[in-house]
């Protein structure tokens, strides 16, 4: 039988907003390679999804809750502890927003900040203590090309992947000693529902034109596939990565340094 090449750091994963595109396609690869995957995300697939991807068995656990509720992430994470165990810790649960700094509401705002940016921190803060514990942990945070160059019309979105990238360099550098690594990466775009959500939502009528135009917009003349970012998660969770922390790993078919 032919060894996997990559191997994971620890099978147990919790990846937020597993539900849907990149987080579903991580979760797919998680359990492909045998892991315990927990999902907290405010929605489950439905049956006929994860019976097209051949999820059926009992080692992923969907658990309806949102990141934004400290404590409810709180205890989930500790039942997880006491029933399985903490080992990777994938934050990809994100909104998209568009807007300039004029015509961002502050509602838009609030809601930006604390599911993106506060819902990373919330599960940060409760898997850190178990980790610790172990001595061992890995955080992959999801960030976006978004955080480090300029988007036209993403001004709430780009302050909260700024901050995850922050986020992820501030972990990684307190937490070295204790055995924690944290990551972050930085897609372009990705064909996934909230692509396609924005789309419908903000050019109806010219949902055609919109998605040739953004794939358009990135050298590599497509966009990426959820698959590709979770390979990308994947590797990043292996032994063979265990060399990687506190940074940041685009992928993006060349839009951030081919795009002139
Ligand atoms: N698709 C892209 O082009 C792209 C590019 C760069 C970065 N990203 C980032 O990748 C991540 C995943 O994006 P996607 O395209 O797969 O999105 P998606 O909309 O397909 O999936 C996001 C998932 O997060 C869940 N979620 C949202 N708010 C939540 C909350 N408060 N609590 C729990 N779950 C919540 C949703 O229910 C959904 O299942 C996001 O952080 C996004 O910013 C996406």
Wanted: glycine share 8%.
């Amino acid at each position: 039988m032919v060894k996997a090449y990559f191997e994971l750091v620890s099978p147990y994963v919790i990846v937020t907003g597993g539900s849907s595109g990149i987080g579903l396609a991580m979760v797919k690869i998680f359990h492909d390679q045998g892991a315990i995957v927990d999902v907290f995300d405010m929605q489950k697939p439905s049956a006929d999804t994860l019976q097209n991807l051949s999820i059926h068995d009992e080692t992923v656990h969907f658990h309806e809750v949102d990141i934004t509720n400290a404590q409810a992430i709180k205890e989930l994470v500790s039942l997880i502890s006491v029933k399985r165990g903490i080992g990777i810790l994938i934050n990809n649960a994100g909104i998209a927003h568009i807007g300039n700094v004029l015509n961002t509401t502050e509602e838009d705002f609030q809601q930006i900040f604390n599911v993106n940016i506060k819902g990373a921190f919330n599960c940060m803060q409760a898997v850190i203590p178990f980790m610790e514990e172990m001595e061992q942990g890995l955080i992959i945070n999801m960030a976006s090309i978004a955080a480090t160059i300029g988007i036209p019309d993403r001004f709430a979105y780009s302050m909260s992947k700024g901050a995850i990238v922050s986020m992820t360099l501030s972990v990684a550098k307190d937490f070295i000693k204790k055995g924690i690594r944290c990551n972050c990466i930085s897609p372009a775009r990705v064909h996934t529902p909230f692509v396609d959500g924005f789309i419908n939502k903000h050019y109806p009528g010219k949902e055609e034109e919109m998605f040739a135009k953004l794939s358009a917009s990135q050298p590599i003349g497509r966009m990426a596939s959820p698959d590709e970012i979770a390979a990308l998660a994947y590797y990043l969770c292996s032994k063979q990565a265990s060399f990687i922390t506190g940074t940041d790993i685009p992928i993006d078919g060349g839009f951030t340094r081919l795009n002139n």
